[in-house]
């Protein structure tokens, strides 16, 4: 009973039977999305947690309260509001800060680190269990969250238990459970006798959000006369609607209103509520379903906007869950429908927006198109205030695509524009959340520009004005370390791991700071965690296993480099440092058939070349050393610790004279190792003697 279970049946009574057979006093949460969306369940966990923790463990609860509040607002009354951003505080129509489902990713993390230190915490003399009913019902950003924890819990500690009917579930899902054991739900045969009526079953079903799995239940429900079930629709959200949270939004009260007496109505609004929300926080796969439920119910004709907002918000969406051939074509769709100015404006630089960052090859030419078409409209509208922010907008857009044509200077002139203009014609508080973005924009086209002192006063003043969003720490970090500040790099990534969800990115690039400043612990704990939360992060598993190979850890490096290669078949790096290995520990043979495999790949990598020199040199070919460190050379030009070795190789090989011309060079670069050079410049010169 130690390990992660998955239970499976038809019948969710089947399935809660078997579940009570196959655990102990486990919390049982129902996942199913038309209740409340996405991470249904993960709050009914959360809710039964949260006040022990908050009472117990007050730094648990804070060390994760972004995480613990993004897409569950309404547990703030329990442990009190999440700090606040310019994102959270800007007006809905001046949203330009949108996240996505990486976004979200990193927040279930956040809320599976909590799990998982809080079930330590608690130290139960038995795994503390928690059953997902309805995982195959349950809206993808919840399946997620259920694969990550999965995948990180010790069954020891907090043991999952995933029950679900035949639906298919997500492959990330499907893959976390590939070695977990399976229990089909026995049925019990015959269904219980049920005295209902279709007119009492078809209530019922209503009444609980249709989510009902028993055939009888749903025939009744689907052979009432539909004027009924709309009236029953109507009845159960006006039941939900004064103390709906926006979980019951997104799920259950836009589900009854879109099959309710007023869909084109009521529902269309409910369903557009809803996507907003869901757009805010970057639920990405329920703003494509809201959107393509919620262009189904309106009229293009009448309801030109919802419309609009519906397909544009559901094409935007799909990039971030990788169906950009759908994006594109409701894009496309917009422009065949529609005349509308703003919609071809607005549809131009979505369009533009695919082009630069993220089809595959990408087109700035074709993005500078489109881009331009967007600024030509925006400089013709005919209410000046939106000339101005529209104008602002896609001339920011229009920069960005100059910056990926590599025009840096028109780029930042496109920028410098938009700042100066906003300036002059709004107040201070108009606008704060696309004006810092325009800022953070000139920063990073600073930065490419090699201006990075103007750019660390860009991003101090970011951070002051947005203290809470904490890229700007992470990219005034860069900058600091750029110039070799580390001190003030670590300050940036401490406080920004502290105010934000766990971003693999951040503890990387933390990790790799560390380990600069000589912190191998430090290090090595943010690396683990990335891998524990990505075991794909190829950079993480590189740096881990580099570092674990100059602390001496030869066995721990092998097996992150096996690993590595086991995920990421024929991984140059991961080959590369696989022969590293081997060469340390003087397998020299087999070495060499991994240099020689990775050199086949890229003739010109230079760890490759470096290595494998060194087992020419072992083996006494000091001939074929010389060629792979002039190689290198070429690859990454003067570099006095090659030019020292190819100068050993040369003397091994008896040429004296070529050797001293590598140390001469050598001595004239940075960072050389003088006196080592000088001794061995003393060697050419006894060997000339000679």
Not at 171 to 181: I, M
Not at 372 to 377: E, G, K, S, Y
């Amino acid at each position: 009973m130690t390990g992660h279970l998955l239970i499976t049946g038809a019948g969710r009574g089947d399935r809660l039977r078997a579940v009570a057979a196959h655990t102990g006093q486990a919390l049982v949460v129902r996942c199913h999305r038309r209740l409340r969306g996405p991470y249904t369940g993960v709050d009914t966990v959360l809710r039964a947690l949260l006040p022990e923790a908050h009472r117990r463990w007050p730094d648990l609860v804070e060390e994760h309260r972004v995480a613990l509040l993004y897409g569950m607002p309404e547990l703030a009354h329990i442990i009190g509001p999440p700090p606040r951003t310019l994102a959270d505080d800007a007006p809905y129509e001046e949203r330009t800060r949108f996240f996505g489902a990486g976004w979200v990713r990193c927040m279930s993390q956040g809320i599976v680190g909590f799990l998982l230190e809080h079930t330590r915490r608690v130290r139960r003399s038995t795994p503390f269990e928690i059953v997902f009913e309805e995982a195959h019902a349950a809206e993808e950003t919840t399946q997620e969250l259920i694969a990550l924890l999965l995948r990180r819990a010790d069954p020891r500690v907090l043991r999952v238990v995933v029950s679900a009917g035949a639906a298919p579930l997500s492959a990330e899902l499907r893959d976390a459970l590939a070695d977990v054991d399976v229990r089909p739900a026995p049925s019990d045969g015959e269904p219980p006798a049920d005295t209902r009526t279709d007119a009492e079953r078809a209530a019922q079903y209503v009444a609980g959000d249709c989510t009902d799995e028993d055939p009888r239940t749903v025939d009744a429900y689907t052979r009432t006369d539909p004027r009924t079930r709309a009236l029953l629709h109507d009845r159960r959200a006006d039941s939900l609607e004064q103390t709906a949270t926006w979980g019951i939004r997104m799920g259950a009260l836009a589900h009854h209103r879109e099959h309710g007496g007023d869909p084109a109505g009521a529902g269309r609004t409910a369903l557009l509520a809803a996507q907003r929300h869901a757009v805010a926080t970057g639920f990405s796969a329920a703003v494509v379903d809201l959107g393509l439920r919620g262009r189904a119910l309106s009229d293009p004709a009448v309801h030109q906007h919802d419309y609009w907002e519906f397909t544009r918000e559901a094409a935007a969406a799909c990039i971030p869950v990788g169906r950009l051939e759908q994006s594109m074509e409701l894009y496309l769709g917009l422009l065949r429908r529609f005349t509308d100015p703003k919609i071809h404006m607005m549809t131009s630089y979505a369009v533009a927006m695919l082009h630069t960052r993220f089809l595959n090859p990408r087109d700035h030419e074709l993005a500078v198109q489109w881009q331009h078409n967007a600024v030509a409209i925006a400089g013709i509208l005919p209410d000046p205030a939106e000339r101005l922010t529209y104008s602002v907008f896609h001339d920011n857009g229009l920069a960005l695509v100059e910056m990926h044509r590599g025009n840096l200077h028109r780029a930042l002139d496109l920028v410098e524009s938009c700042i100066a203009r906003l300036d002059e014609k709004l107040d201070d508080g108009q606008w704060a959340l696309h004006r810092s973005q325009l800022l953070y924009n000139r920063a990073r086209l600073l930065v490419a520009l090699g201006r990075p002192d103007e750019a660390h006063a860009d991003y101090s003043q970011l951070v002051d004005l947005d203290p809470y969003y904490t890229d700007y720490l992470s990219e005034r970090a860069r900058i600091s370390r750029d110039r070799g500040d580390y001190t003030e790099a670590l300050a940036d990534y401490d406080r920004a791991v502290r105010l934000a969800p766990p971003f693999p990115e951040l503890h990387y690039n933390r990790g790799t700071a560390r380990a600069q400043t000589g912190d191998h612990a430090g290090a090595l704990s943010d690396f683990s965690l990335v891998l524990e939360m990505e075991p794909h992060d190829l950079a993480a598993r590189v740096a881990r296993a580099e570092l674990l190979l100059e602390e001496g850890d030869a066995d721990a490096a092998e097996a992150d480099a096996d690993t590595g290669l086991r995920l990421h078949p024929g991984e140059l790096q991961l080959l590369c440092l696989k022969g590293t290995i081997l060469l340390q520990r003087g397998r020299l043979d087999a070495a060499l058939a991994v240099f020689d495999r990775v050199l086949g790949e890229d003739a010109r990598y230079p760890a490759a070349l470096v290595n494998r020199a060194v087992v020419h040199f072992e083996q006494a070919r000091p001939g074929r050393a010389v060629e792979d460190l002039t190689g290198a050379l070429e690859a990454v030009g003067d570099d006095p610790d090659l030019l020292l070795n190819r100068g050993l190789a040369h003397l091994a090989a008896g040429r004296p004279d070529l050797a001293g011309e590598d140390f001469d060079r050598a001595l004239l670069l940075p960072d050389a190792d003088t006196a080592e050079l000088l001794a061995q410049r003393r060697r050419c010169g006894a060997a000339d003697a000679r």
